[in-house]
């Protein structure tokens, strides 16, 4: 027997697709597939508009479904925002620890690491806006997830540096969080220059400064 993946129903036993605003019809999708979609287009009016100036209105348009639909996944615009913050989050941890592990190589790692982020700050979909722009970084749930991305790059590095230094915990942490601030700082100045300086030559620029400052620190065997 081939089992199909569950769609959305409502309470009534209908599905709740309805026409969106213009009359085009959103296809029926698996949850995971439209939880996926309404994100998509979250990010996509979250990021034009902000978070106080979005409206659950003009998400479900973009995304072509009901206004229940979307509040069937996301009971409201912050639980919404705050699940487009962690998919954004987990996107660049990835992107950076996937960096960080790619070789042994401490030079590449730190050209690696660099161009990650960089890369993802340069991103055409602008996802970094929600995680370095937000109007809502006072919010506790927003900030204690924004700590937490900060706390587990820097200490994927600071893990590093103490491998191949045998520097205390407490030194190889603060040289952790120092090279994530110049990679966070930088990439996001960078962005300020309106494309006025390669973004490669960016990237290399901010490589050079920190493999020049932590080489220094020799490598224990």
Known sequence: MVH????????????PEAPARGG?????????????????????VFVANGYHGAA?????????????????????????????????LSKLTDLLLGALNSTTDNDERVQAVMRAYFHFIASDDQAHRLVFESDLVNDPDVSARLETFNKTFADAVARVIAEDT????????????????????????WLETDGNLDLDVASDLIYRLAWRGISRFPKET
Not at 4 to 15: F, I, M
Not at 67 to 86: D, G, T
Not at 168 to 181: N, Y
Request: charged share 25%; glycine share 4%.
């Open 166 to 189: 045998k520097l205390p915990e407490l030194e190889s942490q603060l040289l952790g969080r120092g090279l994530a601030g110049l990679a966070h700082v930088s990439a996001r100045y």
């Open 56 to 88: 659950m209105d003009e998400i479900a348009e973009t995304a072509h479904v009901s206004k229940p639909v979307l509040y069937q996944h996301f009971p409201s615009k912050r639980e919404l925002y705050i699940a487009l913050l962690e998919s954004q």
């Open 4 to 15: 199909q993946a569950p769609v959305e129903r409502s309470h009534a036993g209908k599905s």
């Open 24 to 44: 085009q019809r959103s296809a029926r999708l698996p949850r995971d597939e439209r939880r996926a979609q309404l994100l998509a287009a979250a990010q996509e």
